[in-house]
């Protein structure tokens, strides 16, 4: 087919429930590509020589590859290709923010002059991911000859498990230590099922298992063992602990009751199910107007998954404007089709409280945008004289997480940053201790599941190399 003729086809929509439907259920939102649809959209990829759309993929997907397998319908080549590079298709497939790595640069969109023309990349990612899953024949990957080297793995998110498959491959024996009773990190814990069903993690768990990747759950290292009780047992250790730490505003009011983290509140509904109580056990609170604070992904997340636990008013409260929210514009847009209220350019003062210390208000200020600060995006000002109340059952504050504290806190020789961030070194990974290494949330602060791959990726390189180079004596 000639460029010309490929660049004719219109981009091919994914399927989505109805906002009006899916409000009331925690069902996925999009529904994905068919084959037929599938293989439509791979014929608009022009099989490009310069290949840019690889470099704008963190773990570098050899994705003419995978697109021109999925055009011929060979869709197990298509999921073949891909696995080569990224151990968790179907999850990033839904949650990578394509439209700014892969999807970015891609000549289609270039040519077409908009991004929301490019080649979907990110739809037949998941496609090739989910045919295989449906198939109910998962490949497996070659595993070398046992090494005889044992790794502990600490955390159980998609940098640890990233760093578990690739050494298991390579013929060491792996153990994740997991906190919480399922592996799979914010992926389970954090984002919701309407967004990446839990059922896709699950299997990308069991096919590690399968593999012969060990679990221990309700394991806390820096509790029950320490790092240096773990490297008497291990000849390396990856520590992926992750950013699960909340942060707070610091206003008044914010111990009231009904006041959340979005963790909590979304580990609540998504990790305890209390979408599904008193059939689960874990209750959340279920009330009409819900105030999330924040503009990310999490702040979406949050504000979504409210009216879905029943609130009749889910309202976002940002201090920019929509331009400058970090949240993907999918997830943006999904919240408004679903009926979020959006009040921007307000920032909260205080939260206000009953006397039996429940919540029934709060107490914002209108913004304006000023010049640009050290992130680049224009500084919000307070507009003195222009305070208000905004009417509100529950707050969930959504401004961001930091890496969690604990290893760090019980290892003194692991040096962090002032944000409390493990320092590595960027080659490798490795830690302030020899042989220890880390990667993902835990060093980058509140970032990306891909990015958090890849540093998964170049951990556990570095750690088979320093396992069989330097300790096979
Ligand atoms: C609500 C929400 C929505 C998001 N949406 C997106 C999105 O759409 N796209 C995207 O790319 N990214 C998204 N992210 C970010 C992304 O999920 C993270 O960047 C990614 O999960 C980081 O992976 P990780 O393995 O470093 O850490 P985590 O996923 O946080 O996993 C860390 C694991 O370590 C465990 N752990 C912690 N301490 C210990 C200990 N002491 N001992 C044993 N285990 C421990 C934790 O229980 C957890 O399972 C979102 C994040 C949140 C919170
Ligand atoms: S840049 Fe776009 S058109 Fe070119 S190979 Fe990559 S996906 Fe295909």
């Not at 998962?138 to 070398?144: F, G, L, T």
């Not at 029934?360 to 200020?365: F, H, R």
């Not at 905004?390 to 944000?419: C, F, H, Q, Y």
Request: aromatic share 6%.
């Amino acid at each position: 087919m000639k460029t010309k003729e490929r660049l004719q086809i219109p981009p091919v929509g994914m399927q989505q429930q109805a906002a009006s439907e899916r409000i009331h259920n925690q069902n996925e939102v999009p529904l994905g590509f068919t084959p037929e649809e599938a293989r439509l959209e791979a014929l608009r990829c022009l099989q490009c020589k310069n290949v840019p759309c690889i470099a704008g993929c963190p773990v570098g997907i050899d994705i003419p590859s995978f697109i021109g397998f999925i055009a011929e319908g060979n869709f197990q080549g298509a999921i073949l290709k891909i696995k080569e590079k990224n151990v968790l298709p179907a999850v990033c497939g839904r949650v990578c923010p394509q439209e700014e790595q892969c999807q970015l640069p891609c000549t289609v969109g270039k040519i077409l002059k908009t991004t929301e023309k490019s080649v979907s990349i990110g739809t037949l990612e998941r496609f090739a991911a989910d045919w295989e899953r449906n198939s109910g024949s998962v490949s497996k990957p070659k595993i070398a000859s046992k090494t005889g080297k044992r790794v502990a793995i600490v955390g159980g998110g998609p940098a640890g498990l990233t760093v578990a498959g690739d050494l298991i491959k390579l013929g060491h024996e792996v153990t994740v230590f997991e906190a919480l009773h399922k592996a799979g990190g914010v992926l389970v814990y954090g984002i919701p099922e309407f967004r990446l069903p839990k059922k896709i993690v699950k299997n990308e768990v069991e096919n590690l298992q399968s593999l012969g990747v060990e679990f221990k759950y309700n394991y806390v290292i820096g509790k029950i063992e320490s790092i240096d009780e773990l490297f008497q047992e291990y000849d390396s250790i990856f520590i992926g602990t992750g950013a699960g730490l909340p942060r707070f505003m610091g206003i008044e009011g914010e111990n009231l009751l009904g006041v959340y983290s979005a963790n909590e509140y979304l580990t609540r509904a998504n990790l305890m199910r209390a979408f599904d109580f008193p059939n689960a056990d874990t209750p959340i609170l279920n009330v009409s107007r819900v105030a999330t604070i924040g503009g990310g992904n999490v702040a979406m997340d949050s504000a979504r998954t409210a009216l879905r636990l029943g609130a009749e008013h889910s309202l976002i409260i940002y201090r920019r404007s929509e331009v400058e929210m970090p949240a993907r514009n999918e997830e943006i847009e999904h919240a408004k089709d679903e009926g979020v209220e959006f009040h921007l350019l307000v920032n909260p003062i205080r939260i206000i409280g009953n006397e039996e210390g429940w919540v029934t208000g709060m107490e914002v200020i209108k913004m304006e945008l000023g010049e640009p600060d050290a992130s680049g995006r224009r500084r919000p000002v307070p507009i003195p004289g222009s305070e208000f109340i905004v009417d509100v059952d529950a707050v969930i504050v959504a401004i961001g997480n930091s890496p969690n504290p604990l290893v760090a806190k019980v290892t003194p020789e692991l040096k962090v940053n002032r944000w409390g961030g493990i320092i590595v070194d960027e080659e490798t990974g490795e830690t302030s201790i020899k042989g220890v290494y880390a990667g993902g949330d835990i060093v980058l602060g509140a970032a990306t599941v891909i990015l958090a791959m890849g540093e998964g990726r170049r951990a556990a390189k570095a750690m088979h190399e320093y396992m069989m180079n330097e300790k096979t004596d």
